[in-house]
């Protein structure tokens, strides 16, 4: 069982116990494979409806992934309540653990082109053959990064009618002035900062990695 579906268990410890019959939803956990007759007899053995309940969760930990949601399926019919509860919980923790996880992935790609800028690749200056070469991948996109490496929409046009119907003569020329402009700092790190920021995906550039 998953750490969240136990920890959504224990948390809910005490209104399972208080309202459940173990009864009620045995012959299904045993139809599901969650529980052996061996298991729900031991369950049943307990004196209590409330150790019943009790000897009946601390089992279900321990039964595997599908543990969980064939519980909560087990309480749909006269325990409609709870199980929406337990399922709605559940889904809370899947939607936080998904925001932080993006907001991680968000932060790790940022201190990895912050590396990047900082590394010795990052900071060497691109080749008219590694410009050509991104010239070939580059396609339909090297509009949007031409604005983003500050390029007006008047010098695009120069681009395209200097190089009528040629597409990679059109981007090349666009990399190769950005180069010229840029000076020294024309570098790997720069540049590929400025492709993720108009995102651009890095099976583009990664050839420059």
Known sequence: MEQRHRDILRRNRVKLVKNVK??????FLIQEDVLTDTMVEEIMAEKTSHGRVEQLLDTL???GPKAFMMFCKSLEELYGWLSKDL????????EATTAVQCQEDVLEDKFARMNLQDSAR???TLTEKELNKL???????WE???????????ELYKFKEDNKNNV???????LCKWKERQGRKATVGNLIHSMHEVSIGEDVYKFLL
């Open 144 to 154: 949007k990064l031409a604005i983003e490496l500050d390029f007006k929409k008047s």
């Open 87 to 94: 399922l709605e919980q559940d889904q809370r923790r899947v």
């Open 61 to 63: 930990v321990t039964r």
């Open 122 to 124: 990052g900071k060497e």
């Open 22 to 27: 173990v009864q009620h939803i045995n012959n």
């Open 135 to 141: 010239a070939d991948k580059l396609g339909s996109e």
């Open 168 to 174: 990679h003569a059109q981007i090349f020329d666009m």
